[in-house]
């Protein structure tokens, strides 16, 4: 029996409006930081050897890393919630491609599609742990994914001082205008076919953590 596809309504005019202001906020705020990013040309070897792959941090450090790979065509999976619906139009105003879908709906056929998009070379920026939580631990989604297309994952920390943490979930994290930021890359991270998708989501939680930890450091 086929997968029922279940649609996925166009944004309202207010989603659009509130995502074209959300954009020219967080573009002017970025566009302050004093941002260091460690270990990109190792990154970008490692995906194209990959011929595609993931670039991942925890839910709550999206800011910055969206805004920093904004304009080349990756990939990003988006709930199917009313918030989802307004990220998935910010991360299209960012020159995005944007895949809907999660666990409980449209996720069969949200897997198909970035499955798709992993053969044709495509990157995708991924949380782990979101779209929420809990907080720091990884979902199975992401290790499918990489283990059935054989890509690379490559584990991103990001950290600002100062910043505002918001109080939600993931404890998302705002960088102050003009704050140091320090977003590590790092190693390139790979699951083996006899691997449990237990064990290496345990493996990559281990990795995000300490490289955050190091990033909180550096900046």
């Given at each position: 029996?086929?997968?029922?596809?279940?649609e996925i309504?166009?944004?309202?005019f207010?989603?659009?409006f509130?995502?074209?202001l959300?954009?020219v906020?967080?573009?002017?705020?970025c566009a302050t930081?004093r941002?260091?990013?460690?270990?990109?040309?190792?990154?970008?070897?490692?995906?194209q050897?990959s011929d595609?792959g993931?670039l991942?941090?925890?839910?709550?450090?999206?800011?910055v890393p969206?805004d920093y790979?904004r304009g080349r065509g990756y990939?990003t999976?988006i709930?199917?919630s009313?918030?989802?619906?307004?990220?998935a139009?910010?991360?299209r105003?960012?020159g995005?491609?944007?895949i809907r879908g999660s666990t409980k709906r449209?996720?069969?056929?949200?897997?198909?599609?970035a499955?798709?998009?992993l053969?044709?070379?495509?990157?995708?920026?991924?949380?782990?742990d979101g779209p929420?939580g809990?907080?720091?631990?990884v979902?199975?989604?992401i290790i499918?994914?990489?283990?059935?297309s054989?890509?690379?994952?490559?584990p991103?920390?990001?950290y600002a001082t100062?910043?505002?943490?918001?109080?939600?979930?993931?404890?998302y994290?705002?960088?102050?205008?003009f704050?140091?930021?320090?977003?590590?890359?790092?190693?390139?991270?790979?699951i083996?076919?006899?691997?449990t998708l237990?064990?290496?989501?345990?493996?990559l939680r281990i990795?995000?953590?300490?490289?955050?930890?190091?990033?909180?450091?550096?900046a």
């Amino acid at each position: 029996m086929g997968v029922i596809a279940e649609e996925i309504r166009s944004p309202t005019f207010k989603e659009r409006f509130i995502a074209r202001l959300l954009t020219v906020v967080i573009r002017l705020l970025c566009a302050t930081l004093r941002l260091t990013v460690e270990c990109e040309e190792q990154t970008m070897k490692a995906l194209q050897e990959s011929d595609g792959g993931f670039l991942v941090c925890w839910h709550g450090r999206t800011l910055v890393p969206t805004d920093y790979f904004r304009g080349r065509g990756y990939g990003t999976l988006i709930s199917m919630s009313r918030d989802g619906s307004l990220m998935a139009q910010y991360q299209r105003n960012l020159g995005m491609k944007t895949i809907r879908g999660s666990t409980k709906r449209r996720g069969v056929l949200a897997a198909r599609e970035a499955l798709t998009f992993l053969e044709q070379g495509g990157i995708m920026l991924m949380t782990p742990d979101g779209p929420r939580g809990p907080s720091h631990i990884v979902q199975p989604g992401i290790i499918f994914l990489a283990k059935k297309s054989r890509k690379v994952i490559i584990p991103g920390g990001i950290y600002a001082t100062p910043n505002w943490k918001l109080k939600s979930w993931d404890q998302y994290m705002v960088p102050r205008p003009f704050s140091r930021v320090r977003m590590i890359l790092g190693e390139p991270f790979y699951i083996s076919s006899d691997e449990t998708l237990e064990a290496a989501a345990e493996r990559l939680r281990i990795v995000m953590d300490d490289i955050e930890l190091k990033a909180e450091a550096r900046a």
